[in-house]
């Protein structure tokens, strides 16, 4: 399967201050990127598509100017918590489509806004 | 709109116990049928998955999943778990377009040694 990481794996802000998370695929050319969120003991939400060269899709409730996805490269997708308030802190998860309809994840970032 | 639902959130055995942990969903179409697995500390790796052929699926370190169109569920089982086999379980189901993927809540498995 491929490998995706993320970086940072743990961050910790000020309310008020933006978050980039970046998500590659080490191994795999991804047109193709999700990223999820997780509420503790809870599911993971599916928060947007993201697709190389083009705009993200966004789920409903999610606000894309809040969290705006970049997808520059087959490679490499970011997410950035803009104006990142407490009831922003969870665990945020990328993953991306293998070839076969899998997804593959990456190790998450925990982020907590201060 | 499509949904999962899994059964136990928190389930504790011994080991050498027999596992089953319940999935169900809601979907509209044709589905693939997924579970996932979260080690205490790591990310998510995929355990199995179904797409079509055998309603019954192997997957890795012992684990298989029924998958039973009629009572649209999807039940991961092992026959006698181990002490290392304590981690979260998900449970996720996708149409045709992978943009659909939804997850269950998660069953937390505890194995005691």
């Known amino acids: 399967g491929a490998v995706v990481s993320q970086h940072p794996s743990r961050v910790i802000c000020k309310s008020g201050t933006s978050v980039k998370i970046e998500c590659r695929s080490l191994d795999f050319q991804a047109t193709t990127m999700f990223w999820y969120r997780q509420f503790p003991k809870q599911s993971l939400m599916l928060m947007a598509t993201?697709?190389?060269?083009?705009?993200?899709?966004?789920e409903q409730g999610v606000e894309k100017d809040k969290f705006l996805i970049n997808h520059a490269s087959l490679t490499l997708s970011t997410l950035t918590v803009t104006s990142a308030h407490p009831e922003d802190s969870s665990f945020y998860i990328c993953?991306?489509?293998?070839?076969?309809?899998?997804?593959?994840f990456g190790p998450g970032t925990r982020l907590t806004v201060l | 709109a499509q949904s999962v639902s899994q059964h136990n959130h928190h389930v504790i055995l011994s080991e050498a116990a027999s596992l089953e942990l319940g999935c169900n969903y809601s979907?509209?179409?044709?589905?693939?049928l997924f579970w996932y697995v979260q080690y205490p500390g790591q990310h998510l790796q995929l355990l199995l998955k179904?797409?079509?052929?055998?309603?019954l699926v192997k997957g890795i370190k012992g684990f298989e999943a029924e998958f039973i169109k009629s009572k649209f569920s999807f039940n991961l089982r092992k026959p006698s778990v181990q002490w290392s086999d304590t981690a979260e379980y998900f449970c996720?189901?996708?149409?045709?377009?992978?943009?659909?993927?939804?997850f269950g809540a998660g069953t937390r498995l505890t194995v005691k040694p």
């Open positions: 993201s697709n190389e060269g083009s705009k993200a899709t966004y």
């Open positions: 979907y509209g179409g044709t589905v693939n």
């Open positions: 996720a189901v996708n149409g045709m377009n992978n943009n659909d993927m939804r």
């Open positions: 993953s991306l489509a293998g070839s076969t309809d899998t997804q593959y």
């Open positions: 179904y797409f079509s052929g055998d309603p």
